[in-house]
Structure formats: C-alpha cells, structure tokens
C-alpha cells in the first residue's frame, strides 16, 4: 500500500467541522504507509500526535478514537522519505469484540495484501508487558514488518521492572525501540528501526502450533495456549528485576480514589472544584471582553459605516447589532471555556479520568445500564458529537441505540456559557455550585432516562462490567495540556464562526423583517417586537407558560439554540440590542442582564428563581443541536434520531414545567 490508495475500509478523511480533529499534511503519491497500533492507553495516539504534529484527542479510556487518523511522519525523524501515518483504534487483540476492534483488524488482517500497510508500529506498554504483546503474538503469526515500540518505560521502573530491549527483540524476533511519546525521546531511533525494516524483506511468520485433526474449540484452545507460551518466553527475556518490588504511590491513592464511598465523594468535590474555580477566575477575563465588544470595537464598526455612508443602512445594522452583538457577545466565554478545557485536560492527563469511569461505572452498573457505556458518556460532556461516534466501542447493537439516545443528555459545553450567564445573573455568589448543579443534574437525567428505557423497551438487554486499564498518575505534560485545550478551544471558535455566524444571520433577517398584516415599517427599520422574528416566537411562547417562560424574547432563543445552544446568547445579544440600543455608558452586559432579568420576573410572576431553573434543566435536556441529530442518524438511524428528539423535548418540558410549578412554591 502506498499513500496514494485512499481507499481504507472505514477510513473517513478527516473534515473541518468543530467536532472534526485538525487535518494534517499528506505524505506525496508513492510514500510507505505506516499503521500505529495498540492496546487502549498504551500511549498509541501520544505517539501519533508527537510523530506527525496532529492534535487527536489523548483520553485514558477505550474508544476515544473510533476512526482512522492520517497524518505526515516526516523524513527528519529517521526516515530516508516522508511516510503516512495512521493511527488505527486502540485493540487489545485481533479478535474483536466491538467495532473500532473489528476496524482495525480489518486493516490489518482482513485486507487484501496489495491493501495492508506497508509496516506496522505496535505500541507496548512496558509496565503490562505480557498483556501488551497478545497483540504482537497475533501479527508474528504472518510474514510481516513489525516494530514494537515500548511506552511506560518509567512506570515499569518504579514498579521495580527493566526493561530489556535487546533481549525482547531476539525473543520476539522484530525490532524493539524503547520511546517516550510523553517527551518526545526516542522518535528518531524509532524511524530509523522502521526505515530498516521497510528496506528488508518481511519476517517469516513465526512457527505455530499444529491444530490439524483437533476440534474447533479444541484448535483454539491451542492456539491461544501457543500464543500465551510464546508471550512468556518474550517476556521473561524482555523483563527484568531491580529488587524494588513496592507499591507505588499510585496505588496508595488509588485505594481512596476508586472505592465505593469515597471514590464517588472526591469525584464530585473535584467536579465542584473545577466550576467553582472556572466561573470565579474566568469572570475579570470575561468583564474585559465584553466592554471592548460593547465599546470600542462596536464604536469603531458604527465609524467605519458612518465614512462610507453606510451608518443607516441594514447592512450597518446587521454589523452592529447582529455579528457584532451577536458573536462578539459569545467570543466573551473564550477565557471561561479556555480554563475550563484546560481543568479537565488536566485532570485527563493526570489520569484521574479514568478513575471516575470506574467510580461511576459502578453506579451505572447497578442500574442495569452496560459497563462500557460510560466511555461514550464521558466523551459527551466535552461534545455529544464525538460521544455518539464512540458509541461504537459496544459490541451489541441495542446498546449502541440506547447509549446514543441517552448521550444528548450530558451536558456538553456548548450548553456550559449558558449556564455560566444566567448563574451570574441569578446566583452571582453561588455561580460555580449552580454550574455544578446542572452537570449533576445531567447524570441524573441519564440514569433516569436510562432506567425507564430499560424497563420498557430494552427489557430484556443484558449488561456487562466495564473492563479498564487504569494508567499511572502522571504529572500533566504542559506541551499536551496546551495542545489539548486549543484543539478543543478552537472547535469552540469554529463553530462561533461558522454555524453561529449563519444562526445570527438568520436571527437578524428575521429581526429586520416587518412582521403581521399593516406593519408600516420597512426592512431594517422594523422596531424587534413588530418583527417577523417576534411574531413567530409569540406563536410559540405559550408552550411555556407552565414552565415560567413564556416571555417570546425567552422562548425564542431555544429554537434557536436547535442549531447550536452557543446560539443562546447570541440570539439574547441580538434581539436586545436591536429593541433597544445599549447606552454609551453603559455596557452592552449590563443591558443584556437586565432585559434578560426583566423578561424572566415577567414572566414568572414574581418567581424569576424558578423560572431560570426551569429554563436551565429544558436548555439540558432538549436536543443539543442539529449537529448531534445528524450524528444520531448516521449511527442508528432516522426512525431512532427522530425518536430521540421527540423523547428529549418531552422529558424536558415535564422537567421544566415540574420544576418552575415547585418553586414557585418555595420561593
């Protein structure tokens, strides 16, 4: 294979969407093609990202990569030619058990040769040595050219383990380099190993077992047996003692972290701790931008308009009132949102990630609900998009359906800015608890839901226990944390500048529409409430009263919000500055607090507390946007996705009106 095939089975190029990982150069027409694999954990995409300066997302857990990422591995890093790199899905073995399993089988044993990658890098994890290598036992079973590359190096160290990499290469009997992907150590004798392995012939398979005239589970018995015999071998010659056989401070905390009652405590102290510190730090940041927003910038777009004659126009109104107040409100979340993925990618590459899949997983399982599925859970409290994707790692399909219709309602960041300015309004000295409240609100919705789910239309699915590597505490590597909080920092800016960019054209040309019968007013002239814009939200509106928001300006940023919640805010941004004008004084925050104060007492009835609440448990528990409808469809289809969102509109209207009908009882 070379790189100029493009026809990997199951390989989606890799797009420029917000929930899309960044495209990386190609290597030219003619160029080897490199496949990386390996066990979850074992440090595969670290290495990936290191080789080819791509940005997938590094998580602890199986299934965070479902597809196939491409990338440029460039000559300088010991190679006679640039090479294409592709990071296929983690595997533990050749014998899937899921779909991103049986994808990476596919391309590594299924395909036909003139389709197989012309190497194989097989990342191994030197503190799990004998699990890691099942995967190298498979390989060595065809003609092949193979590289191990060993990771964790350090970990094995302080687990009183050296590692051997001669030994383990004349035993396995393919080229070993010890690496470490984490600080960029060992690249360029790992492309230097491939490179001669790519100008030799391939290894001989390895000898194996005899299975002729045994029965078919008797064949296979033998063959594992041969595989497992052949594990040790390479093992007792690849490892070695250094006398300090300890437990290691990782498993000291482990002991607190994961048990039964104090795992769940600390989990949920250190989810408080990351909102209160995000809404407490973020706020001068975000004070900042709003009055540059408010104040120069929207000045400076007003004067430029004014000298060229444009100051009265639609198109003046449509910079100022609608991109302007619109995006330019938003882009004010940028320091929030950027601490906030800064916190978790931490918290990730730390690994403590990983032990709040198995303290939660054990809740999970306890409500019947499958162990495996809290990965894809996870995942969709950074993006539901991506999280619907992961759905794949589980190898029964009902359960990839029940999973993708309970995934929209983790509470995504996208809904996160919402929170964060209505708690600022409403709860200005409890913001961070109130954030907190609504991603354990979230959970909440998901057992609920999923218990209900499983008691009636999946009765009679069973659940299995998530099965985990747990990696080593590790002290987060700024380089990675930097390059994980810009990835996910810029999806947040692309989706401001594309999707929402087209929401606040839209919202404006509504706006700017005279709307009813004998409207005097022209286009762009129209005052917002006598809009088109607010005669269709009034049509709407009354759906809401029972929840304390019937207000149209209300109402009508949640349809908006159906494109992408981001649009929330910059409906309220617009609508508001087009009624009326900020004062000059004035920021345009504090307007926009105050209308959006306003409408919610009105509405409520002298109950705003409960009106907000209402609002905030419908904004989580309605259709994300439009983005995850479609990722529902393609992975379980139209009748499911359009089950989902009549599922999720109901739930949160009851929730909402339930709510608002309590508190206004106790408020």
């Known amino acids: 294979m070379t790189s100029a095939d493009t026809g990997l089975p199951g390989h989606r190029p890799q797009g420029r969407s917000c929930h899309d990982e960044i495209a990386v150069a190609a290597a030219p027409p003619g160029a080897p093609v490199i496949a990386l694999v390996g066990a979850p954990n074992a440090g595969k995409s670290t290495l990936f990202n290191a080789l080819t300066g791509a940005r997938r997302t590094v998580g602890n857990w199986p299934g965070t990569t479902v597809e196939v990422g491409s990338g440029l591995w460039p000559a300088r890093l010991g190679l006679a030619s640039d090479a294409t790199l592709l990071d296929l899905p983690g595997a533990y073995s050749l014998d899937p058990v899921s779909p991103d399993e049986a994808l990476t089988r596919e391309l590594l044993w299924d395909a036909p040769a003139d389709r197989l990658p012309d190497a194989v890098v097989v990342t191994v994890d030197g503190a799990h040595l004998a699990r890691s290598l099942y995967l190298v036992a498979q390989l060595r079973e065809r003609p092949a050219r193979l590289v191990i590359a060993i990771t964790m190096v350090d970990v094995a160290l302080r687990r009183g383990l050296r590692i051997e990499a001669d030994a383990l290469a004349a035993s396995a009997g393919v080229p070993v380099v010890v690496l470490d992907p984490r600080q960029r150590q060992g690249h360029t004798e790992l492309g230097a190993a491939l490179q001669r392995v790519l100008q030799a012939p391939p290894t001989p398979a390895r000898p194996a077992t005899s299975t002729t005239g045994e029965g078919a589970d008797d064949a296979e018995l033998a ?72 104040g120069p910038l929207t000045d400076a777009a007003q004067a430029g308009m004014d000298r060229i004659g444009g100051g009265d126009t639609p198109v003046a109104g449509f910079l100022t009132n609608g991109l302007i107040a619109g995006v330019g409100m938003l882009l004010t979340f940028v320091p929030l949102m950027a601490l906030m993925f800064m916190l978790l990618a931490v918290l990730e590459d730390s690994g403590y990630m990983a032990r709040a899949a198995v303290v939660t997983d054990r809740l999970m399982r306890r409500l019947g609900l499958p162990g495996r599925a809290f990965l894809p859970l996870v995942v969709g409290f950074g993006c539901n998009v991506p999280a619907i994707s992961a759905t794949r790692i589980l190898g029964n399909a009902r359960q990839r359906v029940l999973i993708a219709l309970l995934v929209p309602f983790t509470s995504c960041t996208a809904r996160l800015t919402v929170y964060v300015m209505l708690a600022t309004i409403f709860f200005p000295e409890a913001a961070g608890t109130v954030v907190f409240a609504m991603y354990v609100v979230s959970i909440l919705l998901v057992m609920g839901v999923g218990m209900a789910l499983r008691a009636t239309l999946w009765r009679t699915m069973g659940s299995e226990a998530l099965v985990l590597d747990l990696p080593p505490y590790q002290r987060p590597v700024p380089r990675l944390v930097g390059a994980v909080v810009w990835l996910r920092l810029r999806g947040f800016l692309r989706t401001a500048s594309g999707v929402i960019v087209a929401a606040v054209a839209a919202v404006w040309l509504l706006q700017a529409t005279p709307g009813g019968a004998g409207n005097e007013h022209g286009f762009g002239d129209v005052p917002v409430e006598q809009s088109a814009y607010a005669a269709l939200a009034r049509g709407i509106s009354p759906v809401f009263a029972p929840a304390g928001f019937d207000e149209w300006e209300t109402s009508s940023a949640l349809v908006v919000g159906f494109v992408a919640k981001e649009a929330v805010i910059s409906s309220w ?48 528990a309605y259709t994300p946007c439009v983005a995850t409808f479609s990722a529902q469809r393609r992975e379980i289809g139209l009748r499911w996705a359009c089950f989902g969102i009549g599922m999720q509109l109901v739930t949160a209207w009851v929730l909402a009106v339930l709510v608002f009908q309590i508190g206004r009882l106790i408020t």
């Open 223 to 294: 063959v594992a047996d041969d595989r497992f015999a052949w594990i040790d071998a390479a093992v007792a010659a690849g490892h070695s003692h250094t006398g300090l056989n300890r437990v290691t401070w990782s498993d000291r905390i482990d002991r607190w972290a994961t048990a039964p009652v104090t795992g769940p405590l600390i989990f949920l102290v250190t989810m408080w701790l990351v909102f209160q510190v995000t809404t407490t730090v973020a706020a001068p940041l975000q004070g900042f931008l709003d009055d540059l927003v408010s």
């Open 573 to 620: 941004a617009q609508t508001y500055a087009v009624a009326e004008p900020s004062d000059p004084a004035a920021g345009s925050g504090g307007e926009l607090e105050r209308h959006v104060r306003s409408a919610f007492e009105k509405s409520s009835g002298g109950h705003p507390l409960a009106a907000v609440a209402a609002f905030l448990v419908f904004l989580l």
